[in-house]
């Protein structure tokens, strides 16, 4: 059973129930607020399956492919058919290959104004058959060097998933568009030590 009391500090956490997120507070005129053309964005994460209690992960009212997010800067399409902008956005996708549901972690960026499928494809990381275990901390963490164009996935610390040649503007900001940065949207379990870098690649303490 859950409580506070991290394994690794000792620390505080928060938890977040499904349709609950924290959000870094915007108003008109901040969109290059938070906005990074390179950035590391890191988080530590705890969940638990179940439907019962505050917090708990259900996975059977999940689709495959939805997205469970940490950590995510995004606003309102720049394009009028498109959904989302998003300068950064690291969390878990709901996957199934046959034998029952399971999350898997991925990293994302995406602009809505060059939706070319070869080029989009390259801004997801992801490691689709990595089936992550509830009641366990993990670190994830995802990098972007827009200098050598390298988008890297990374959990515990170690590389698991990177693209090469990765092209397209980021960040993605736009004067009449408002962002948010949210922390939690559509996640559900115990969420600890976010942090957001303006800067590529760097030494991660797991």
């Known amino acids: 059973k859950h409580n506070n009391k991290l394994d690794y500090r ?12 924290l959000e870094v507070p915007g108003t008109t005129g901040t969109d290059q607020r938070l906005a990074f053309a390179s950035w590391t964005v890191e988080a530590r994460f705890r969940f638990r399956l179940g439907d019962t209690e505050r917090g708990d992960l259900d996975l059977a009212s999940r689709a495959v492919g939805d997205e469970l997010l940490l950590v995510r800067r995004a606003f309102e399409g720049a394009s ?81 998933a990177q693209q090469v040649a990765v092209t397209g503007y980021c960040p ?14 559509g996640y559900a379990g115990d969420i600890d030590e976010v942090r957001i870098w303006g800067v590529r690649e760097r030494t991660l303490q797991v």
Do not use: C
């Open 10 to 21: 000792g620390n505080l956490v928060a938890r977040l129930d499904e349709n609950e997120w």
């Open 80 to 160: 009028a058919v498109a959904t989302v902008d998003v300068n950064y956005a690291i969390g878990l996708k709901v996957g199934d290959t046959g034998d029952g549901k399971y999350v898997y972690p991925f990293a994302a960026w995406h602009n809505t104004t060059d939706e070319d499928p070869a080029r989009a494809m390259k801004r997801t990381v992801k490691v689709s058959d990595k089936r992550l275990k509830e009641s366990q901390w993990y670190h994830l963490a995802a990098s972007y060097d827009a200098a050598t164009r390298t988008f890297t996935l990374y959990l515990d610390g170690i590389p698991v």
């Open 172 to 185: 993605t900001v736009l004067p009449t568009k408002t962002p948010h940065v949210r922390v939690g949207e």
